[in-house]
């Protein structure tokens, strides 16, 4: 009797132990997502399919990684993207690293003159549908953060962060609340001016939120009536955004079997210094607004026009939201910018010299891995665990944890793009500067 009372207690340990391991296993995948002329596809969605909340976006290269718990082991993963065709692929039996093909499906607009007045009252119906059409309960968007500063060409300081948003819907408040559960950091190699020094210890701030420079503040389509500047921000809904712009409808393209409305944006009045241009994803089922691309063209022939080193935009900003239990939720923000700091000595020289130095610009970027939704799990932050504006990430001591990074989806860049994984590794490999920079002090 005790024999076989001890067999069924080693039974009932293997079984938990079998239990604890599924659960803590993670399948890594990774590979490249190209078109049908081997071009690479940047920021694509990947998702798993059954349950959609959990995902990732492939890099500027086309190139992704994502780690999937073991416990869906049995699921699909889906890489999709407006004006392509959806590809689903078995996660059992994958061999990494895969080359994804995606193929396009866009349609031609019939031979019906399609007026402007058509594109305005397909975004406004979008607008006015947003209420139906994003969640307006509590929810928690468990993401990551990646915020670079770059002076001139080189990468001067990397933060990145698993962020959680927390949202009390969208028909009830259009504030957001933000909480760091992990952080890494590089080295901080800014050049920065004396008054500079003085402003950022006086008015400290991150590239995540409250502020017209940060990535949510520049949610268009969620933030649609903020402060609308055609040099920094272009919310939708404000009176001026439709004044300054003609909205056109370009084409028709499909995304997961929904046929889309692609709205193109561009300026009613050349300034000949600046100018927008962009596009508005509108599906036509339900008027979701699905994506939006906004940027303003600096002109290279004016002096002394701010200019992102290399690009010929002053801000380009990417927003994408995803389907989740019939709801719309955020997905990706990506913007680039210039920085309204600069070290004056070094600006003042490089003028006299004809050429541009002494400006910061921003690289942000955040991206939805997980949704939640459930009562019980979407509670608000505690007041002394919120990210306020007044507050520089970079000095938020945390002790790097290098386990959870292991397990964690990021956007791949490898981690960095190689112009600016150049600069930030100037003289110390990335992974040292984190354990470094990750110490408590």
């Given amino acids: 009797m005790a024999v076989i009372r001890s067999l069924m207690y080693l039974l009932l340990f293997l079984i938990a132990t079998t239990q604890v391991a599924a659960q803590t296993d993670f399948i890594a995948m990774k590979g490249s997502?190209?078109?049908?002329?081997?071009?690479?596809?940047?920021?694509?969605?990947?998702?798993?399919?059954?349950?959609?909340?959990?995902?990732?976006?492939?890099?500027?290269?086309?190139?992704?990684?994502?780690?999937?718990?073991?416990?869906?082991?049995?699921?699909?993963?889906?890489?999709?993207?407006?004006?392509?065709?959806?590809?689903?692929?078995?996660?059992?039996?994958?061999?990494?690293?895969?080359?994804?093909?995606?193929?396009?499906?866009?349609?031609?607009?019939?031979?019906?003159?399609?007026?402007?007045?058509?594109?305005?009252?397909?975004?406004?119906?979008?607008?006015?549908?947003?209420?139906?059409?994003?969640?307006?309960?509590?929810?928690?968007?468990?993401?990551?953060?990646?915020e670079m500063i770059l002076s001139d060409y080189a990468c001067d300081r990397l933060i990145e962060a698993a962020v959680d948003v927390f949202d009390m819907g969208y028909c009830k408040s259009k504030d957001l609340q933000f909480r760091v559960r992990e952080i890494r950091k590089s080295n901080d190699y800014r050049d920065l001016s004396w008054?500079?020094?003085?402003?950022?210890?006086?008015?400290?701030?991150?590239?995540?939120?409250?502020?017209?420079?940060?990535?949510?503040?520049?949610?268009?389509?969620?933030?649609?009536?903020?402060?609308?500047?055609?040099?920094?921000?272009?919310?939708?809904?404000?009176?001026?955004?439709?004044?300054?712009?003609?909205?056109?409808?370009?084409?028709?393209?499909?995304?997961?079997?929904?046929?889309?409305?692609?709205?193109?944006?561009?300026?009613?009045?050349?300034?000949?210094?600046?100018?927008?241009?962009?596009?508005?994803?509108?599906?036509?089922?339900?008027?979701?607004?699905?994506?939006?691309?906004?940027?303003?063209?600096?002109?290279?022939?004016?002096?002394?026009?701010?200019?992102?080193?290399?690009?010929?935009?002053?801000?380009?900003?990417?927003?994408?939201?995803?389907?989740?239990?019939?709801?719309?939720?955020?997905?990706?923000?990506?913007?680039?910018?210039?920085?309204l700091t600069v070290n004056s000595e070094k600006l003042r020289k490089a003028k006299a010299a004809g050429k541009r130095g002494g400006q910061f610009f921003y690289d942000l970027l955040f991206v939805t891995n997980e949704i939640i939704t459930e009562k019980d799990k979407a509670e608000a932050f505690k007041k002394k665990d919120r990210v306020l504006k007044k507050m520089d990430l970079y000095t938020k001591e945390w002790k790097y944890n290098e386990a959870f990074w292991d397990t964690y989806n990021i956007v791949k860049e490898n981690p960095l793009e190689p112009v600016n994984k150049k600069g930030i590794e100037r003289d110390l490999p990335l992974d040292e500067q984190f354990k470094k920079n990750g110490s408590n002090r």
């Fill in 33 to 146: 997502i190209v078109d049908e002329e081997n071009l690479p596809l940047p920021y694509i969605n990947v998702s798993l399919r059954k349950d959609q909340s959990i995902g990732t976006y492939s890099n500027s290269f086309g190139d992704f990684e994502i780690k999937i718990p073991g416990t869906y082991s049995q699921d699909s993963i889906a890489f999709s993207c407006i004006g392509y065709e959806t590809s689903v692929i078995s996660i059992a039996g994958i061999n990494t690293p895969l080359n994804i093909v995606l193929k396009a499906k866009v349609y031609t607009l019939n031979e019906v003159v399609i007026s402007s007045d058509s594109a305005v009252f397909i975004l406004k119906k979008g607008i006015a549908q947003l209420g139906n059409n994003l969640y307006c309960g509590n929810s928690i968007i468990q993401g990551f953060y990646r």
């Fill in 195 to 339: 008054e500079q020094s003085i402003y950022n210890y006086i008015s400290p701030r991150n590239g995540l939120c409250e502020h017209f420079e940060s990535v949510f503040f520049n949610d268009y389509i969620r933030n649609n009536e903020s402060y609308y500047n055609p040099m920094l921000a272009a919310p939708i809904n404000a009176k001026e955004f439709l004044i300054n712009n003609l909205l056109s409808i370009d084409s028709v393209v499909e995304v997961d079997n929904n046929k889309v409305w692609c709205i193109n944006i561009h300026s009613k009045i050349e300034t000949g210094d600046f100018s927008e241009q962009g596009t508005i994803y509108i599906r036509q089922k339900d008027y979701a607004i699905l994506q939006m691309e906004h940027q303003t063209l600096t002109n290279p022939e004016s002096t002394g026009r701010l200019s992102f080193p290399g690009e010929k935009y002053l801000h380009k900003t990417l927003i994408k939201y995803k389907e989740y239990n019939g709801k719309m939720y955020i997905s990706l923000l990506h913007r680039k910018a210039y920085r």
